[in-house]
Nanobody, 126 residues
């Protein structure tokens, strides 16, 4: 298990900003490919942004230019800076850590072993 704890969600008006954080407890954090996913009510989970151990990034088309993923290996923390938020960004946001055969694709990072946080809610009102 890789404990992941998200924070930073909340309610904001359209056009506003939020920064999500994900604290990881694994001492081998720097070996994990990390990412953010989201799930809106009645929809499936979708990839938002991913970052590799080399700090290569990928974003979903719907968030490109508005969201920025980053990480601080010393603090074992993953971030998602979200700007120009839209009502359609409303969802539960999940932090994910992947290990083994990892690759970035379409806004997500995937691997043989994938771990998830409990999620943090983001609500954007119009």
């Amino acid at each position: 298990q890789v404990p992941l704890v998200e924070s930073g969600g909340g309610s904001v008006q359209a056009g506003g900003s939020l920064r999500l954080s994900c604290a990881a407890s694994a001492y081998t954090y720097s070996r994990f490919c990390m990412g953010w996913f989201r799930q809106a009510p009645g929809k499936g989970r979708e990839a938002v942004a991913g970052i590799s151990i080399y700090d290569t990034t990928t974003y979903a088309d719907s968030v490109k230019g508005r969201f920025t993923i980053s990480q601080d290996n010393a603090k074992k923390t993953l971030y998602l800076q979200m700007r120009s938020l839209k009502p359609e960004d409303t969802a539960m946001y999940y932090c994910a850590a992947s290990l083994g055969g990892t690759y970035l694709s379409g806004g997500g990072c995937y691997g043989n072993d994938n771990y998830w946080g409990q999620g943090t809610q983001v609500t954007v009102s119009s």
